[in-house]
């Protein structure tokens, strides 16, 4: 359901309008996956969607949502930057990392990264 969260948020900053279409689109995904995706995330209280109409993050689920997107960029920008990857796989296995590292692994990977872009700038 992240995946869903993250690519609502990511359409909603790119064009302020997140479809079920465009969701599908985005992930890779059939339209009927997406539409049963956001029952269940409509059910905790994370959208609002209505048939044939955009759907809207609410609060809480743009408090998730951004989360997740942060969580992604700083797990992209280390394997970028530190481990030397290419931004496609950098990217890829992002998507993978994510779901699996715990908050406080996170934690310590972004205080590491930011360290790391410290050390650079003075050079």
């Known amino acids: 359901m992240e995946d869903y969260l993250e690519a609502i948020y990511n359409l ?37 969607h209505k048939p044939y109409d955009g759907v809207e993050l609410t609060d809480k689920g743009l408090t998730l949502a951004r989360s997740v997107a942060d969580r992604h960029a700083t797990i992209k920008q280390f ?24 908050p406080e692994t996170l934690e310590k990977l972004l205080d590491f990264v930011k360290k790391a872009q410290r050390e650079v700038t003075k050079r």
């Open 12 to 48: 909603l900053a790119r064009s302020d309008v997140a479809r079920v279409k465009d969701i599908a689109s985005e992930m890779d995904v059939k339209m009927p996956s997406v539409t049963g995706a956001l029952r269940t995330l409509a059910q905790k209280g994370l959208v609002r």
């Open 79 to 102: 394997l970028i930057e530190v481990l030397g990857l290419m931004e496609e796989e950098a990217e890829s296995e992002a998507c993978g990392i994510e779901h699996a590292i715990k």
